[in-house]
């Protein structure tokens, strides 16, 4: 393990992770000792309108993965409909790699309730839900206790802190299936059906929960409010570029001595990264990566200094997505890890779609065949052709995200491929497990 050099441990800047570390961090006690809830006394004198101007000034942008302007977003919700408004909380975190929402509502779960009160309040919404994830038990049973502390020190429930300001807050689990982390099928899902995808527009602005105008926003965007109001937009801004403002919570996995979550000005490079978690593992060298979850197209090596900014990894012909940075070695095959992500996104696929549910059923038996030393030269066109017939057909991102590994895997790692059809490769999976692949 190699120790980083004090220039890159400079570019941590731990803002929503400040507070893990201490000791029951997650109690209202110590909460309010590091300055819990004085964003919210802070925000509850403003008028909601220029909260939404503050967010806008920040240049906040969703941590869930599209990045979109978290200000322009709350906007966007009428104001004097006369209709009830809601703010969902997306705390579902499935894409594979992803680990910075559940260890912020684990340790800080009162960072995200004071997020989603102030939140609440710009948007003049006054009932809030907390969507999570069904495995994530112990999370959800954090995030329980926690709004129940809040509720009996008066921050939630009927006119908090004598402002006149209404709100409950829901913590509902989910059953634990990928596509309710997009949006409207997260909606639907809590509305009580099946978590499928909705036709857009009409968008949740307008048309979100019980068709009234909704904001669905990431955990980490939510919890970046409180932190907002208290330090300014000015101050946000120090950190990070110029249209990706702000800190990131990156979490990394892999082939690397200290896995974890590193939560960094925007724009810090894999190469930083790396450094500051102990280097590779001892005998490892870096061959590919996602700069954002599996539905990310794959970097390598030649990528290391490129700023991981919505922009920088956008330039670099990927997506910054959930900065869930999955580190493989010279050891590790992309051929086959594609394949378990495929074998994934066929899974998750919810059906409703065609190019989607068909395509990944068919992608998965051309890896089998490929992996168990059967595939032809054919095969790869046949793979290309495919994920040319889902991307940008499919009905949500989820078809689209699987066709990412499938095309950029391919594009520079052609060569694995071939090693398993031209018989250099030993093949990996036995006749047994290519049942039904042909
Ligand atoms: C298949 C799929 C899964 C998604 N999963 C999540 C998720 O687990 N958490 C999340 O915040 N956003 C997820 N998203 C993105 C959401 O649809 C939505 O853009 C996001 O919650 C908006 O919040 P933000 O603006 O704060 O980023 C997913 C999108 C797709 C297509
Ligand atoms: S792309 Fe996949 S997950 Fe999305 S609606 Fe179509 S079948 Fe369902």
């Not at 990706?244 to 590193?262: F, H, K, T, V």
């Amino acid at each position: 393990m190699t120790t980083p050099r004090p220039e890159t441990l400079a570019k941590l800047t731990p803002v929503l992770t400040k507070r893990w570390l201490s000791p029951d961090a997650w109690r209202i006690g110590t909460y309010e000792k590091l300055d819990g809830y004085a964003a919210l006394r802070k925000a509850l004198k403003a008028h909601p309108d220029d909260l939404i101007q503050l967010i806008k000034d920040s240049g906040l942008r969703g941590r869930g993965g599209a990045g979109f302007p978290t200000g322009l977003k709350w906007g966007f919700i009428p104001q004097g409909d006369g209709k009830p408004h809601y703010l969902v909380v997306n705390a579902d975190e499935g894409e594979p790699g992803t680990c910075k929402d559940l260890p912020l509502m684990t340790h800080d779960p009162h960072a995200l309730i004071e997020g989603v009160i102030i939140a609440s309040y710009a948007i003049r919404a006054n009932r809030a839900y907390i969507y999570i994830r069904g495995e994530a038990v112990h999370a959800a049973r954090r995030l329980r206790n926690a709004v129940a502390e809040a509720q009996a020190k008066g921050y939630l429930g009927r006119n908090i802190m004598g402002t006149g300001f209404d709100l409950e807050l829901v913590v509902h689990s989910g059953a634990g299936a990928y596509i309710c982390g997009e949006e409207t099928a997260l909606l639907d899902s809590l509305e009580g059906f099946r978590g499928q995808p909705r036709l857009r527009p009409p968008f949740p602005a307008t048309h979100g929960l019980y068709a009234s105008p909704t904001v669905v926003n990431n955990v980490g965007t939510i919890a970046s409010v409180p932190y907002i109001v208290l330090g300014g937009a000015d101050w946000w801004k120090t950190m990070g570029t110029e249209k990706s403002s702000g800190p990131m919570i990156y979490s990394l996995s892999g082939r690397i001595a200290n896995p974890g979550q590193y939560e960094c000005s925007m724009g810090v490079t894999l190469r930083e990264l790396i450094e500051l978690a102990g280097g590779m593992q001892p005998g490892h060298e870096l061959k590919f990566w996602t700069p954002g979850g599996s539905s990310t197209p794959l970097l390598t090596a030649e990528h290391l200094d490129v700023p991981l900014d919505f922009e920088g990894v956008a330039a670099a012909g990927s997506i910054l997505g959930t900065t869930a940075t999955q580190i493989f070695s010279d050891q590790d095959c992309p051929v086959y890890a594609t394949y378990r992500w495929l074998e994934f996104y066929h899974h998750e696929s919810c059906g409703k779609c065609t190019p989607c549910r068909e395509g990944n059923y068919w992608m998965v038996r051309v890896y089998r065949r490929i992996l168990a030393g059967q595939g032809t030269h054919e095969d790869l066109d046949t793979l290309l052709d495919t994920c040319d017939n889902i991307l940008g057909r499919s009905f949500c991102g989820l078809g689209d995200g699987a066709t990412s590994p499938v095309t950029s895997s391919l594009k520079y790692f052609k060569r694995d491929y071939l090693d398993y059809i031209e018989g250099r490769t030993a093949p990996k999976l036995s006749d047994k497990q290519l049942v039904g692949a042909h």
